[in-house]
């Protein structure tokens, strides 16, 4: 088994030297594809993926490299779990990327998901507690209530206020980011799937069953189209009248001054509602550092290629209060930082859908900083849409043109 942690970037290395089909970065491309997917990163990964698995030609193209640091899909981990406050509706989804993450693992021969439990905690008639306690109890899902007295013997480095209620989702966890996007991508190349790195998408169009795509190294010509764009969306979907918020996210790591935190302690992942905002984080991998950061808030930004990466002022003040009140065992210096994106929607859940103006184009995108532990269950409906233009998921809540999301002008 690969070690997680392993720069995605090198395990592809070799392959990368190819000139042939299926070799990432070649330029030997022969079109019409059945598919070309625009953005391969954390879904658009996984959309190549699935296509390939069906034996249709499929084209990625990607701006920047394998698994990058540009976009939403970096960062080392991401939370995973199954009771989900946001929305009940997608449950189904989440219990569908579980068994695909396990057979990505498998099949790749790699730790890509490790259920080391989820505690969350806050005010009970709070979204977060009461909205897990729903969707665990309409999908029959195991959340267990923690008590005073567990919190303070299982959880002691975790200070929760008296008003405060939690539970234990013993199904979360988190998952190997880069490691899981490098994945999807060798397992779409060993079916066939040609990629293109380096290369930016200048338009596309769609006349009837014909589709093209036009790059600043060529023109890409395709019966279908998957367009899974990242915070670049309002260039690649420009006719998608959506009010979209780009959000920078910067993510941290603390020094730990006691092992409870630790992995190898028992610890879990953690998400707290407080009233100064929600803050999620992870055990300590390294038995060092503790990676913590706020979900909410966070600077809008107008062009994500010139977003501001270092610590900004307003990064640090809320998670230095944060750790000070719940999480006493960290420092509030942190040893390292990196910088992802949010795509949000008005209402904070995903586009997923064909393109209402062109049914060829499949779309995913707006998954507002929490859509990474669904992208294999995402990948595989984006190839159902793309390939046979209808999926039997349940993803009308998804829709591109629900209300609430269109712009007014």
């Known amino acids: 088994m690969v070690a997680p942690g392993l720069r995605a970037q090198e395990r592809l290395r070799p392959k990368r030297q190819g000139t042939g089909p299926g070799q990432p970065g070649s330029r030997q491309v022969s079109t019409p594809f059945d598919c070309v997917v625009i953005g391969v990163g954390g879904f658009g990964s996984a959309a190549l993926d699935h296509v390939a698995s069906r034996g249709a030609s499929v084209l990625g193209i990607e701006r920047f490299g394998i698994a990058h640091d540009r976009g939403s899909s970096h960062g080392h981990t991401r939370v995973i779990r199954q009771a989900y406050f946001e929305h009940a509706d997608y449950v189904p989804l989440l219990l569908d990327a579980y068994r695909l993450w396990d057979q ?14 989820l505690l969350l905690a806050g005010h009970p008639d709070g979204p977060a507690v009461s909205g897990t306690r729903q969707a665990a109890a309409l999908h029959g899902l195991d959340l267990q209530d923690v008590s005073t007295q567990r919190l303070a013997t299982d959880f002691p480095g975790f200070d929760i ?4 209620e939690a539970v234990w989702e013993e199904a979360g966890g988190y998952l190997f980011v880069e490691d899981a996007v490098a994945a999807h991508i060798q397992r779409a190349v060993g079916h066939g799937a040609v990629l293109q790195t380096g290369e930016t998408v200048i338009e596309w169009t769609s006349r009837g ?13 395709a019966g279908s189209l998957i367009v899974a764009p990242g915070s670049w969306v309002p260039g690649l979907l420009p006719g998608l009248p959506v009010s979209w918020d780009i959000v920078r996210k910067p993510l941290f790591w603390f020094p730990a001054t006691t092992d409870q935190y630790n992995r190898s302690s028992g610890a879990g992942v953690f998400f707290l509602e407080t009233p100064g905002g929600e803050f999620y984080g992870f055990p300590s991998l390294d038995g060092e550092t503790v990676k913590v950061a706020e979900h909410t808030a966070g600077v809008s930004v107008s062009d994500p290629l010139t977003v501001d990466r270092g610590v900004l002022s307003v990064d640090l003040p809320p998670l230095a209060e944060f750790l000070q009140s719940h999480m006493p065992g960290l420092a509030t210096d942190p040893t390292r930082h990196t910088v992802c994106l949010y795509t949000r929607t008005p209402d904070l859940n995903f586009i997923v859908d064909r393109h209402p103006e062109h049914s060829g184009v499949a779309i995913a995108c707006g998954f507002s900083g929490h859509g990474f532990k669904f992208t294999p269950a995402i990948g595989r409906i984006l190839a159902d849409l793309a390939l046979e233009g209808r999926t039997e998921h349940s993803i009308e809540f998804l829709s591109a043109t629900r209300p609430g999301l269109l712009r007014s002008d």
Do not use: K, M
């Open 161 to 164: 206020p008296d008003n405060f």
């Open 104 to 117: 990505l693992a498998a099949d790749s021969d790699q730790l890509l998901i490790d259920r080391c439990g």
């Open 209 to 221: 069953d014909a589709i093209e795509v036009v790059t600043d190294r060529g023109r890409y010509q």
